[in-house]
């Protein structure tokens, strides 16, 4: 899957991350309403004893998700929130990089569901999550 250009654009220029993904070191390397890759280093993320803390791989998790419900919303002239998340955690990570895939379960004009699978560096399986978003329509200024 490839990103279109006007996606790339927005991945280039930084408009899909901004705030936590920031501070999270969140990378966005491909983004569409079909799927959504995105990479965050575990240094920094970390609970006391050094392995990649469960809640930051919930806010990768959300954070692409978000970003494909996002995407798709736009054709509707609405906006996504996150309205659940679960996560199950498979295995640590101590360094390196882990990988979120997210992946549409329904596309809806009101709901949009994904699954996230989070991998580390050698391609093992650290996290799977879903998350369900509410499609919005966008608040008026």
Known sequence: ??????????????????????????????????????????????????????????????????????????QYGRIAVGIEI?????RSAADGHVTGVATPVHLGRTLATWDITITDDQDRKVCTSRLTCMLRELPST
Do not use: W, Y
């Open 1 to 74: 899957m490839t990103t279109d250009p006007e996606m790339r654009e927005l991945i280039d220029s930084g408009a899909l991350s901004g705030g936590l993904a920031d501070r999270m070191g969140i990378e966005i390397t491909e983004a569409s309403a079909e799927r959504v890759v995105g990479r965050m280093p575990v240094k920094d993320n970390t609970q006391p004893f050094g392995l990649l803390h469960g809640g930051a791989s919930c806010v990768l998790a959300e954070s692409l998700g978000s970003i494909g419900s996002t995407i798709h919303a736009r």
């Open 86 to 90: 679960n996560a199950t955690h498979h």
